[in-house]
């Protein structure tokens, strides 16, 4: 009998869909059969316990027996799921354990960035091979946002997605036979990068330029608010991942990053431990003009299990009701990607990041709604040491409240509160705390709690 379960440890809120997808594409690509009818991802709860784990149910694989999900952080350019096939749970730096499937998944379309979708991820397939080099990696694009696939895509996402084909990434929810193929030779990387329209006047173009000892690529790593940093993410990807690109069609001499903006004060302070520094001293780039710091090391570990953060417990209340019948309106739950704003008609809205009076739009971590009683919720997510700073930031939302939630959602009964990680607390939960899960994982409701919230986790075999 074959012992091994199926292991998924993701920075992500986890959705059925997107889980759905993983578990087909580990079926095909590692020779195993996936049946199911709908998966259920459910918590782990005993006596009124979490364990920091989620069983995904209602799927049968041939060889594996259960389907487990924990939720981790990454030290750096962390993918969004990794897939192990092992009996038990992965060991923080083990030295023996590795990831069959390395995941990223957006719902970034190329109608809403060309950037982001494809260049500010980058740098994570270039990351990871320093851990785990044997890993299959996949860019998933989810089905969340609607696309076109009889429209041509921008040269940004034909180029980045042709460099992440070459360095052998497999792309999901993307027509890859249509319009993408990976390149052959440096030239033709080259070519294609030089041909695309350049940036408005005033940005730095990354251009590619080859001498017989060097190649040499522009891209401004520092952003204009913060002079000499490191801190142009789309930059960061989109530089390393052409370098990889480059080491990987046979470029052995030196590559030189120019026009970057970082100072050299900068690169001393830090002794190396950005994750572009990371990845110079990996592919042995340079910046122009600087030293470069010498001994770089990388973190000791890739990811590590949550137990900080307050996302478990928002994240666990997401989950819990969502499973007991619950609608998500909008979620950023901490660290994780960045939501639409669902109206009760099923539309989707990109919120933006300024309100109708120019003020920064300030969003729960959260908003939930039960449609039988018309309760909608917007949590905030805080951890116990940051509690009061929560219980003010909620009393901020009279925007998302006024102009979406009162807009699409009239008539709803609206309570804004909290949920609340760590710590050891038994006591008296403050009125705006609506769940409280402890370092042990010890779940408390409030017990003025509404009735869909109750409901939901007495399911779960919470009885106070």
């Given at each position: 009998m074959n012992n091994d379960n199926i292991w998924i440890l993701t920075e992500e809120r986890p959705k059925n869909h997107v889980i759905t997808k993983i578990l087909e594409l580990y079926a095909r690509d590692f020779n195993d059969s996936f049946k199911s009818n709908g998966i259920s991802i459910?918590?782990?709860?005993?006596?009124?316990?979490?364990?920091?784990?989620?069983?995904?149910?209602?799927?049968?694989?041939?060889?594996?027996?259960?389907?487990y999900l924990k939720t981790v952080s990454g030290f750096s350019s962390f993918f969004d799921f990794l897939l192990f096939k092992q009996p038990d749970a992965p060991i923080e730096n083990?030295?023996?354990?590795?990831?069959?499937?390395?995941?990223?998944?957006?719902?970034?379309?190329?109608?809403?960035?060309?950037?982001?979708?494809?260049?500010?991820r980058g740098s994570k397939f270039v990351f990871i091979d320093e851990f785990y080099p044997n890993a299959k990696t996949y860019m998933l694009y989810n089905e969340e946002h609607a696309r076109d696939?009889?429209?041509?895509?921008?040269?940004?996402?034909?180029?980045?997605?042709?460099?992440?084909?070459?360095?052998?990434?497999?792309?999901?929810?993307?027509?890859?036979?249509?319009?993408?193929?990976?390149?052959?030779?440096?030239?033709?990387?080259?070519?294609?990068?030089?041909?695309?329209?350049?940036?408005?006047?005033?940005?730095i173009p990354i251009e590619i330029t080859k001498y017989n000892d060097h190649i040499e690529i522009s891209g401004r790593l520092s952003k204009p608010a913060n002079e000499g940093n490191i801190g142009h993410d789309p930059n960061i990807g989109g530089?390393?991942?052409?370098?990889?690109?480059?080491?990987?069609?046979?470029?052995?001499?030196?590559?030189?990053?120019?026009?970057?903006?970082?100072?050299?004060?900068?690169?001393d302070?830090?002794?190396?431990?950005?994750?572009?520094?990371?990845?110079?001293?990996?592919?042995?780039?340079?910046?122009?003009?600087?030293?470069?710091?010498?001994?770089?090391?990388?973190?000791?570990?890739?990811w590590h299990y949550e137990r900080k953060s307050e996302k478990v417990a928002s994240i666990l209340l997401h989950m819990v009701c969502s499973k007991h019948g619950m609608n998500c309106v909008y979620e950023n739950h901490a660290g994780c990607e960045r939501g639409y704003f669902w109206t009760k008609d099923k539309k989707e809205i990109t919120l933006p990041k300024k309100d109708k009076n120019g003020n920064n739009l300030l969003l729960p971590d959260v908003v939930l709604y039960d449609s039988k009683t018309s309760q909608i919720?917007?949590?905030?997510?805080?951890?116990?040491?940051?509690?009061?700073?929560?219980?003010?930031?909620?009393?901020?939302?009279?925007?998302?409240?006024?102009?979406?939630?009162?807009?699409?959602?009239?008539?709803?009964?609206?309570?804004?509160?909290?949920?609340?990680?760590?710590g050891n607390k038994t006591g008296h939960l403050h009125q705006d705390v609506l769940i409280y899960v402890n370092q042990s994982g010890k779940i408390f409701i409030n017990p003025n709690a509404p009735k869909c919230v109750k409901n939901a986790f007495k399911k779960e075999g919470l009885v106070h």
């Amino acid at each position: 009998m074959n012992n091994d379960n199926i292991w998924i440890l993701t920075e992500e809120r986890p959705k059925n869909h997107v889980i759905t997808k993983i578990l087909e594409l580990y079926a095909r690509d590692f020779n195993d059969s996936f049946k199911s009818n709908g998966i259920s991802i459910e918590p782990i709860i005993n006596n009124e316990t979490f364990d920091f784990t989620y069983e995904v149910k209602n799927v049968t694989l041939n060889f594996a027996n259960k389907i487990y999900l924990k939720t981790v952080s990454g030290f750096s350019s962390f993918f969004d799921f990794l897939l192990f096939k092992q009996p038990d749970a992965p060991i923080e730096n083990s030295s023996t354990e590795a990831p069959l499937m390395a995941i990223e998944e957006t719902k970034t379309g190329d109608d809403e960035s060309r950037n982001t979708g494809v260049s500010q991820r980058g740098s994570k397939f270039v990351f990871i091979d320093e851990f785990y080099p044997n890993a299959k990696t996949y860019m998933l694009y989810n089905e969340e946002h609607a696309r076109d696939d009889n429209k041509k895509p921008s040269d940004t996402s034909i180029f980045g997605t042709n460099i992440l084909l070459t360095l052998g990434a497999t792309i999901i929810g993307k027509e890859t036979d249509r319009w993408f193929k990976p390149f052959k030779t440096i030239d033709e990387v080259i070519s294609f990068k030089n041909k695309m329209r350049k940036p408005p006047k005033g940005n730095i173009p990354i251009e590619i330029t080859k001498y017989n000892d060097h190649i040499e690529i522009s891209g401004r790593l520092s952003k204009p608010a913060n002079e000499g940093n490191i801190g142009h993410d789309p930059n960061i990807g989109g530089l390393s991942m052409i370098s990889k690109c480059l080491r990987t069609l046979g470029w052995d001499k030196d590559i030189i990053i120019t026009l970057h903006g970082v100072s050299q004060d900068y690169v001393d302070r830090t002794k190396g431990k950005n994750k572009f520094l990371y990845i110079c001293n990996s592919l042995n780039m340079s910046l122009d003009g600087l030293t470069m710091p010498k001994n770089v090391s990388l973190p000791e570990n890739y990811w590590h299990y949550e137990r900080k953060s307050e996302k478990v417990a928002s994240i666990l209340l997401h989950m819990v009701c969502s499973k007991h019948g619950m609608n998500c309106v909008y979620e950023n739950h901490a660290g994780c990607e960045r939501g639409y704003f669902w109206t009760k008609d099923k539309k989707e809205i990109t919120l933006p990041k300024k309100d109708k009076n120019g003020n920064n739009l300030l969003l729960p971590d959260v908003v939930l709604y039960d449609s039988k009683t018309s309760q909608i919720l917007l949590v905030e997510g805080k951890k116990l040491s940051t509690l009061k700073k929560g219980i003010e930031e909620i009393k901020g939302y009279d925007s998302i409240e006024n102009d979406y939630i009162n807009k699409y959602y009239p008539g709803s009964n609206v309570l804004r509160c909290v949920s609340i990680f760590g710590g050891n607390k038994t006591g008296h939960l403050h009125q705006d705390v609506l769940i409280y899960v402890n370092q042990s994982g010890k779940i408390f409701i409030n017990p003025n709690a509404p009735k869909c919230v109750k409901n939901a986790f007495k399911k779960e075999g919470l009885v106070h």
